[in-house]
C-alpha cells in the first residue's frame, strides 16, 4: 500500500525566508502528488498538483513543488514566507489504480514576524 | 457557492448518544469520502462512495455507517458515541474514483467532541 511521509513536523520561520518541506511517498509505479494547506480552523485547500509532465509544478500564493521520481519525492518550496503562510501542510498522493487519496502526517509552519 | 459543504460544523454530545453529519456537494462528483483528522492533525480515509456504492471501508468501527442517497450526498451517522470519535470529520468528493487525474474538494469539517 502507498505511504507518504513528512520529516518536518513542525517548522518555525521568520518572514522572508525561504521554505522548503519534504514529502516521500511509496510506490514505484504511476502517481498523482498533491500538496494541501489548512490554515488555522479552516478546511483543506488545494496548493498545487502534479499528474504529469513538467515536474516543476507551480501554485497557489507562490508556491512551487519539484516532483523527483527517482527519489520518490515532492518537495514543496516558497521563496519567501509570509506570516499568512502560518498554517498545517499535508503532501498526499494517489496511485494509479488505487482508490484512495493517502496524506502525509502534516508539517505545522509558523511564520514569525 | 459552496462546492462541499458540511452540516453541521461543530457538534458537543454525550457518550452513548447518536448523531449524524452531512455531507452535499454541487460539483457533479462522482466519489464522495469521508476522512478523520485526529488531535494530532493525522488525515485518514474512513470511507468513500462512488454514484452510491461503497468502494472503501477502512476499517472503520461498524459503529460508523454512511449513508448515501444520490451521488451528491453522503452522511455518516455514528452509533453510541465514545469518546475516542472526538476529532474533525471532513467529507470530500472528487471526479473520479481515488480522485487519480483529478482532485479532491474538501468540506469545512465538522469538529466533533464527545464528553
Known amino acids: 500500500a502507498q505511504s507518504v511521509s513528512q520529516h518536518n513536523h513542525h517548522v518555525i520561520l521568520s518572514e522572508a525566508a525561504s521554505l522548503e518541506l519534504g514529502c516521500n511517498y511509496s510506490?514505484?509505479?504511476?502517481?498523482?502528488l498533491f500538496w494541501y494547506v489548512q490554515y488555522p480552523g479552516q478546511h483543506l485547500q488545494l496548493l498545487l498538483k502534479?499528474?504529469?509532465?513538467?515536474?516543476l509544478v507551480k501554485g497557489i500564493k507562490g508556491f512551487e513543488a519539484e516532483f523527483i521520481k527517482s527519489k520518490f519525492s515532492f518537495n514543496l518550496r516558497k521563496p519567501s514566507v509570509q506570516w499568512s503562510d502560518t498554517a498545517e501542510y499535508f503532501c498526499?498522493?494517489?496511485?494509479?489504480?488505487?482508490?484512495?487519496?493517502?496524506f502525509g502526517t502534516g508539517t505545522q509552519l509558523k511564520v514569525e514576524l | 457557492d459552496t462546492a462541499v459543504s458540511q452540516t453541521p460544523k461543530y457538534l458537543v454530545t454525550q457518550m452513548g448518544n447518536d448523531k449524524s453529519i452531512k455531507c452535499e456537494q454541487n460539483?457533479?462528483?462522482?466519489?464522495m469520502y469521508w476522512y478523520k483528522q485526529d488531535s494530532k492533525k493525522f488525515l485518514k480515509i474512513m470511507f468513500s462512495?462512488?454514484?452510491?456504492?461503497?468502494?472503501i471501508n477502512e476499517t472503520v468501527p461498524n459503529r460508523f455507517s454512511p449513508k448515501s442517497p444520490d451521488k451528491a450526498h453522503l452522511n455518516l451517522h455514528i452509533n453510541s458515541l465514545e469518546l475516542g470519535d472526538s476529532a474533525v470529520y471532513f467529507c470530500?468528493?472528487?471526479?473520479?474514483?481515488?480522485?487519480?487525474?483529478?482532485?479532491?474538494?474538501f468540506g469545512q469539517g465538522t469538529r466533533l467532541t464527545v464528553v
Open positions: 470530500a468528493s472528487s471526479q473520479d474514483i481515488g480522485g487519480f487525474g483529478t482532485e479532491a474538494f
Open positions: 510506490y514505484g509505479g504511476t502517481v498523482n
Open positions: 462512495y462512488n454514484n452510491k456504492e461503497l468502494i
Open positions: 460539483l457533479g462528483h462522482d466519489t
Open positions: 498526499a498522493v494517489v496511485t494509479g489504480g488505487g482508490n484512495k487519496l493517502t
Open positions: 502534479y499528474f504529469s509532465g513538467d515536474p
